[in-house]
Every structure is written in C-alpha cells, then in structure tokens.
C-alpha cells in the first residue's frame, strides 16, 4: 500500500473510533507492508492520559513482535504525533513516520499540541512546567544505574 492508503486507513480508523465517542486519532504501526500494531485513542474510555493512538499502536507492535525496539518499522498517524507520542516513537527506534493532519491544523480543534512544542523551544525556567533537580543528602542521585 502506498503511503496515501496507510493514512487514509488510519483516518478511517480514527473516524470509527470518534463515532464510539473516543477522541478521533489512528495510527498504524508497519512492517514489510503488514500492520503490525494498530492503535486508536482510549484516553476518555480508560482516563490513560497516555492513551494516545500513537502509544497504543506501539504498545501493540511491541507486542506482537515481542520486542521494544522497533527499529525498521514505520508508524502512520492520522495526524501530526504530540510531543508525548514523539518521545514514545524516539524510545521505540522508528525512524519513519507519515501524518495526515499537521499539528497546525490541529490547532483548529486542540491548540495543545502547538503549545507544547512551543514550551520545549522555551529555556527550562520559562516553562510552565517547573522542573527542578533536587540533590538528596547522602544519596548519589546515580547509585540507582550503579546497582545494574
Ligand atoms: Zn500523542
């Protein structure tokens, strides 16, 4: 299949899902031209916030293949991954991903996504989300990756 009909699929897909009264994303997760992992997003059936379709169809090719690393695979989207789901595409190896809608387009509808993407080009203090190392007495913040 072409990269239109994997999108197209996912979009589908993504359409049935809004049509059960869940939030209206798809993605496939591809290898050799077969799905591997198929995902849509749960967050309001399961309150997942990590629900997204993106996770779940990597979760479901991890799975199925028995393995974290994804590496060689191909992740469809039907539209433009967050933040959170990149990070989880980062963590899986897939270095390929097509999209349908942009995170721009997005924006029509969710506005989050642009705003995230925009507090990481921030310096960590201008953030809205305070991050702050803490460094406990006597314990070496490391000892955790010592004890392997
Ligand atoms: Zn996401």
């Not at 629900?51 to 974290?68: D, I, M, N, P, T």
Request: net charge negative; proline share 5%.
């Amino acid at each position: 299949m072409s990269h239109q009909q994997w999108i197209a699929q996912c979009i589908e897909l993504a359409i049935d899902n809004a049509s059960r009264g869940q939030a209206p994303f798809a993605a496939l997760v591809v290898k050799d031209g077969s799905v591997l992992g198929e995902g849509v997003n749960d967050v309001k059936a399961t309150n997942d916030l990590t629900g997204h379709a993106e996770v779940r169809a990597l979760q479901a090719a991890a799975r199925e293949s028995g393995s974290r690393r994804l590496a060689g695979c191909v992740l469809y989207t039907s539209c433009e991954p967050c933040p959170m789901c990149l990070g989880a595409i980062y963590w899986s190896g897939i270095t390929e991903v097509y999209y349908g809608l942009s995170i721009e387009g997005q924006a029509e509808f969710s506005d989050l996504p642009r705003r995230q993407y925009a507090e990481f080009r921030r310096a960590p203090r201008e953030r809205s989300v305070h991050a702050v190392q803490v460094s406990p007495d006597g314990i070496d913040p490391r000892r955790p990756f010592l004890a392997e």
